[in-house]
């Protein structure tokens, strides 16, 4: 089975610019989690989509957003980025109440 | 709120040891716990999954427990090898396959 796959792996933006990410979950599995990464903060969950609907989110400001298609792809948006949003974002699929599996992240750099 | 903490942060053993990274949680009213490894830059790779009806999971040199009522899960490694090093992540599951987790564990083998 392929694994979760996400894309771009690198991406470079300027401030106020917006951004879409892109993540491919294990086939079959219904369920995609989306974190970020920073060397301060950690890994922490931003939101969680199973068939289509966001069932659990984070504490992260609007500009922050997601979606997940009929194929249980999903994508996240981050609008007006900041500085502070320079991060490693990691997308996880999972079947429920199971092992999370997690891709191999977006390296994502504000300037 | 639910929080994870991870003892210690950084761990340098030389090759062959045997080791312990520790993993507490404040809410024992846990789904699963799952612990992972990170290598520098990369994505996260899932190592065990303990559903919370389990007391341990056991894969190759690793075994991980759980006991819920004092909070708090170890992984145990055995043999260790140069190849260990990375940073082990725990990560506790509050339902909705929502992840929480700790800071992690920076593991040196040295040869």
């Known amino acids: 089975k392929a694994g979760v796959t996400q894309t771009p792996r690198y991406l470079i933006k300027t401030r106020g610019q917006q951004v879409t990410l892109s993540c491919s979950p294990i086939s079959g599995h219904r369920s995609v989690s989306w974190y970020q990464q920073t060397p301060g903060q950690g890994l922490q969950f931003l939101f969680e989509y199973f068939s289509e609907t966001q069932r659990n989110k984070g504490n992260f400001p609007g500009r922050f957003s997601g979606r997940q298609f009929s194929n249980s792809r999903s994508e996240m948006n981050v609008s007006t980025l900041e500085l502070g949003d320079s991060a490693l974002y990691l997308c996880a699929s999972s079947s429920p109440g199971n092992e999370q599996y997690f891709g191999p992240g977006t390296r994502l750099t504000v300037t | 709120k639910q929080e994870v903490t991870q003892i210690p942060a950084a761990l340098s053993v030389p090759e062959g040891e045997n080791l312990v990274l520790n993993c507490s949680f404040t809410?024992?009213?846990?789904?699963?716990l799952q612990w992972f490894r990170q290598d520098p830059g990369k994505g996260l790779t899932s190592l065990l999954l303990i559903q919370s009806s389990q007391r341990e999971q056991t894969s190759g040199r690793l075994n991980a427990s759980l006991d819920k009522s004092s909070g708090r899960s170890t992984l145990y490694i055995a043999a260790s090898q140069p190849g260990d090093s990375a940073t082990y992540l725990c990560a506790h599951d509050q339902g909705a396959q929502k992840l929480v987790f700790g800071q992690g564990t920076r593991l040196t083998i040295n040869p």
């Open positions: 809410d024992s009213a846990i789904y699963n």
